[in-house]
């Protein structure tokens, strides 16, 4: 293998290969890196080849994943191998495309959620349908969710009638958020992208069972789902600012009438 050399670019000749931690701010988050790069003596200046910019682009990312408590590029590999998982295996079994995987262990930092779905899939559990946030279908954690939402609120939202016009769009942005930042949604509900913007699928079967369901019976949401909600309530103080804000994300725009709107592109939500 030829060794690599730089030469310094104001004629100063070959520069000195040295090693560092540079301390630097990444995403808001201060992480020390190890670098390698050439110096030179003369004036100082500091410079890479493609091949080091290239790894200490990669040195940045898995500093700031274990910074954040985020799963780095070689320990998604080691335990991939370790279940002798090839990068495809990985994929079906996280319901994601095998370009994600590779993008990961490469380098790309991936969201909480997709880092909660590999953590569980990494111990050898399958994740849930893309189409349900990997949570169980509830309809009285509908209700429990609409109620926190009205209580919030001072208004009924949840009202007979209304075909859940407004309502779905609150739900939606619970459960897309709660599946972005912690890995599974509120309520396990599947959304279809409808003309009238997001909507409960098969919503016209459930209002009448969400408007019977007691909340009582709903596992209790935590913490960190009260303040999801809370966040979209403050946002969206009136129901036509959720509704209008629905129709805007390109996530619903997207899809055909009629079709899915995966929970697998909840880290796409723009309105939060």
């Not at 939606?172 to 992208?193: F, I, L, N």
């Amino acid at each position: 293998m030829k060794e690599e050399r730089m030469d310094c670019p104001s004629g100063h000749g070959k520069m000195v290969l040295r090693k560092a931690k540079k301390p630097m701010t990444f995403r808001g988050v201060k992480i020390i890196v190890p670098i390698e790069q050439y110096r030179c003596t003369v004036c100082g200046v500091e410079a890479g080849t493609v091949n080091q910019t290239a790894r200490i682009q990669k040195t940045i990312a898995d500093a700031y994943r274990r910074a954040v408590n985020l799963l780095t590029g070689e320990e998604i590999v080691e335990k991939r191998r370790r279940l002798s998982l090839t990068q495809e295996a990985l994929a079906k079994r996280m319901n994601v495309g095998i370009a994600s995987i590779k993008r990961w262990e490469g380098g790309t930092i991936q969201s909480k959620s997709m880092d909660h779905a590999l953590r569980i899939a990494l111990e050898g559990q399958s994740i849930g349908d893309s189409c349900t946030g990997n949570r169980a279908f509830s309809i009285p954690r509908i209700k429990l969710v609409l109620k926190e939402f009205e209580s919030i609120l001072g208004k009924h939202i949840l009202k007979k009638n209304d075909k859940m016009l407004f309502a779905a769009k609150y739900l939606w942005y619970a459960d897309m958020v709660a599946h972005r930042e912690t890995g599974e949604s509120m309520t396990g509900a599947t959304y279809a992208a409808l003309p009238y913007g997001p909507q409960l699928n098969n919503y016209k079967d459930l209002i009448e069972d969400i408007m019977k369901a007691g909340e009582s019976k709903a596992e209790a949401l935590s913490p960190e789902e009260k303040r999801i909600i809370t966040r979209i309530a403050l946002k969206f103080p009136e129901e036509r600012m959720a509704y209008d804000a629905a129709h805007k994300e390109n996530i619903w725009k997207r899809q055909p009438n009629g079709a899915i709107i995966p929970y697998t592109d909840s880290a796409e939500l723009a309105g939060l």
